[in-house]
Nanobody, 118 residues
Framework: QVQLVESGGGLVQPGGSLRLSCAAS???????LGWYRQLPGKERELVAM???????NYADSVKDRFTISRQNGKNTVYLQMARLKPDDTAVYYC?????????????WGQGTQVTVSS
């Protein structure tokens, strides 16, 4: 059974920084791991994803401000967020995609609130 546990959300002033963490537990073969977010009244959208080869994919809106990384040897992914804007206010969800040959299922964390406000 795959479980995702997120941490690191909170309230931050515009221009500030936060780091989100997501730890995945259980027996799994991962294809990709990363982050999505859901703004109030909108659909969930990509923030940043990293595959097992280390390739990354970022939303254009965060490309120069957010950095996704993964702890070597661990199923833990981080999202370092810098120069935060009020438009970044959202619930951030960790996402894990299993390898296609192991079922290809997608798992989601419970979400962590990030609020950017003065």
């Amino acid at each position: 059974q795959v479980q995702l546990v997120e941490s690191g959300g909170g309230l931050v002033q515009p221009g500030g920084s936060l780091r989100l963490s997501c730890a995945a537990s259980g027996t799994m073969f991962i294809n990709s791991l990363g982050w999505y977010r859901q703004l109030p009244g909108k659909e969930r959208e990509l923030v940043a994803m990293m595959n097992t080869g280390g390739s990354t994919n970022y939303a254009d809106s965060v490309k120069d401000r957010f950095t996704i990384s993964r702890q070597n040897g661990k199923n833990t992914v981080y999202l370092q967020m810098a120069r935060l804007k009020p438009d970044d206010t959202a619930v951030y969800y960790c996402r894990l995609d299993l390898a296609p040959w192991s079922g290809g299922r997608t798992y989601w964390g419970q979400g962590t609130q990030v609020t950017v406000s003065s």
